[in-house]
């Protein structure tokens, strides 16, 4: 399957300062990649829908001008974090859709706003 | 509306019990697809299986087996002679076909401890 990776893993900051996480494809052109949050002892929920080439779309309740995603190549989507609040402490996941309903998870980032 | 269900938050068993892992989805699809991930506590997710909406064989790996029953809208996991190794939080996820870009909706979330 896929491989997919992020970075940074884990990443502790100030509050309002903003943050830019990366989720590589290693091995497969990625069209699309979907970026997860998951706070402590909860589910997986959805955040927004990456395209590459285009705007992303974002999950109701997300505010995109917030969470900032780029998904500049086929191999590359990027999450930023603006003006990161406490609140904002979450563990973030990306996926890669390699095709319908199959995708392969990266090993998230664990963001911690101080 | 789509939706998945696992009823138990949290179970604790001992090392050698075998143990079941509850999944009811809803859906209105009739072409759809539904994961089983591990969680252990680096967070990763560990991906564990995949079954289509047309396969209702069940599954076996190992010690892992897998009961899908469409009538009643389950996909239950069971572990088999568990190990400590096994203490995760399970999460079951659904995924529909329509939705081309298939992103999953994931249950709670149930946490396994197995010990010693």
């Known amino acids: 399957g896929a491989v997919v990776s992020q970075h940074p893993s884990w990443v502790i900051c100030k509050s309002g300062t903003s943050v830019k996480i990366e989720c590589r494809s290693l091995?497969?052109?990625?069209?699309?990649m979907f970026w997860y949050r998951q706070f402590p002892k909860q589910s997986l929920m959805l955040m927004a829908t990456?395209?590459?080439?285009?705007?992303?779309?974002?999950e109701q309740g997300v505010e995109k001008d917030k969470f900032l995603i780029n998904h500049a190549s086929l191999t590359l989507s990027t999450l930023t974090v603006t003006s990161a609040h406490p609140e904002d402490s979450s563990f973030y996941i990306c996926?890669?859709?390699?095709?319908?309903?199959?995708?392969?998870f990266g090993p998230g980032t664990r963001l911690t706003v101080l | 509306a789509q939706k998945v269900t696992q009823a138990q938050t949290e179970i604790s068993v001992v090392e050698k019990e075998d143990v079941t892992l509850d999944c009811v989805y809803e859906?209105?699809?009739?072409?759809?697809?539904l994961f089983w991930y591990k969680q252990p506590p680096s967070g990763e997710l560990v991906f564990l299986i995949r079954?289509?909406?047309?396969?209702?064989q069940n599954e076996i790996s190992g010690r892992y087996s897998w009961n899908f029953q469409k009538s009643t809208s389950s996909f239950n996991f069971t572990i088999t002679a568990s190990q400590v190794v096994d203490s995760a939080v399970y999460f079951c996820?659904?995924?529909?076909?329509?939705?081309?870009?298939?992103?999953?909706?994931f249950g709670k979330g149930t946490k396994l401890s197995v010990k010693p």
């Open positions: 996926s890669e859709g390699a095709n319908t309903n199959e995708q392969f």
């Open positions: 091995d497969f052109q990625a069209t699309t």
């Open positions: 990456s395209n590459e080439g285009s705007k992303a779309t974002y």
């Open positions: 859906t209105r699809d009739t072409t759809y697809y």
């Open positions: 079954r289509n909406s047309f396969d209702e």
């Open positions: 996820a659904l995924s529909e076909a329509r939705r081309s870009q298939g992103n999953l909706i």
